[in-house]
């Protein structure tokens, strides 16, 4: 897979490195400043949150080991600038779990509960293999050009390929699979990066519908299965399935790989269609 030329930083917008880098502590807490670039709809984009409640947990709790599971709320919609804060809730042996919050004034828009781990030797070691894929070069992006001015503004700091599935509004299942990476280059390592990325597509039952209508995340669940998740080029295999859909709520299973077709990342997310 070779890195393409045009998949730099698109139209000069803040990628993931600019705003981890721009995370500053006062006191017990940190804020960055989120760009119009991350927004999705009157919020900000989900992955983008929960990345940043990463990232504070990882500047505020020292000396933590790769991080194994979330669980991550959406608790309201972000509207301005976070302000992130994490406690250490107990250090185990092996298992380190970590609470974090983001808050728009004196009201909480995230929650999280990390848990970190210290490998252990196992006989148990067996993997999900990919589904096969053909290289990023050869798939079509995700967004057709006339379409670009219609997706959400964050969904431009990803280059996304559409492998199988089809895309919102346009299919008979539920179902959506993907090549994606970050825009900015210097974004494609890291597990923070990875997070923020993770819940790049659509939900798995927009494909389905028939007319725009709104989609909300409410939580997310996420197994990290690699200590040190790396792939090749920034390129992350995603895949998203819908499981189930009823009274306005649908739940999927969402899988990383990377292009070894090792499984990274395996979730599972709950949604709120506002279809009726």
């Known amino acids: 897979?070779?890195?393409?030329?045009?998949?730099?930083?698109?139209?000069?917008?803040?990628?993931?490195?600019?705003?981890?880098?721009?995370?500053?502590?006062?006191?017990?807490?940190?804020?960055?400043?989120?760009?119009?670039?991350?927004?999705?709809?009157?919020?900000?984009?989900?992955?983008?949150?929960?990345?940043?409640?990463?990232?504070?947990?990882?500047?505020?709790?020292?000396?933590?080991?790769?991080?194994?599971?979330?669980?991550?709320?959406?608790v309201g919609p972000v509207k301005e600038n976070p302000v992130l804060s994490a406690?250490?809730?107990?250090?185990?042996?092996?298992?380190?779990?970590?609470?974090?919050?983001?808050?728009?004034?004196?009201q909480a828009v995230g929650r999280a509960d990390f848990l970190f781990g210290a490998a252990r030797s196992s006989a148990i070691d067996i993997d999900f293999p990919a589904p096969d894929a053909p290289s990023p070069d050869t798939c079509e992006p995700f967004t057709p050009q006339s379409s670009q001015d219609f997706v959400p503004s964050f969904f431009h700091n990803f280059d996304t390929r559409l492998i199988a599935g089809e895309r919102p509004m346009m299919g008979e299942e539920g179902y959506i699979r993907t090549w994606s990476r970050h825009f900015?280059?210097?974004?494609?390592?890291?597990?923070?990066?990875?997070?923020?990325?993770?819940?790049?597509?659509?939900?798995?039952?927009?494909?389905?519908?028939?007319?725009?209508?709104?989609?909300?995340?409410?939580?997310?669940?996420?197994?990290?299965?690699?200590?040190?998740?790396?792939?090749?080029?920034?390129?992350?295999h995603v895949e998203s399935k819908l499981t189930a859909a009823r009274g306005g709520y649908s739940s999927q299973v969402m899988r990383v790989w990377n292009t070894n077709g090792e499984l990274v990342i395996e979730g599972l997310q709950s949604i709120a269609?506002?279809?009726g």
Request: with cysteine.
């Open 1 to 74: 897979m070779t890195d393409d030329t045009s998949s730099t930083l698109h139209h000069s917008q803040m990628g993931w490195a600019n705003i981890r880098n721009s995370l500053q502590r006062s006191g017990e807490t940190y804020s960055a400043d989120i760009p119009p670039n991350w927004k999705q709809g009157r919020t900000m984009y989900g992955g983008l949150t929960a990345a940043l409640m990463l990232a504070a947990t990882h500047d505020h709790i020292d000396e933590l080991p790769p991080l194994r599971s979330a669980l991550i709320n959406f």
């Open 87 to 106: 406690q250490l809730e107990r250090r185990g042996r092996n298992v380190t779990n970590v609470s974090a919050v983001a808050r728009n004034g004196d």
């Open 184 to 236: 900015d280059p210097a974004a494609r390592s890291g597990i923070e990066a990875l997070l923020c990325l993770a819940d790049v597509l659509p939900p798995a039952a927009m494909p389905l519908m028939r007319k725009f209508a709104p989609v909300s995340s409410m939580s997310w669940i996420v197994n990290v299965l690699m200590d040190e998740p790396k792939t090749q080029d920034g390129w992350w």
């Open 273 to 275: 269609i506002f279809d």
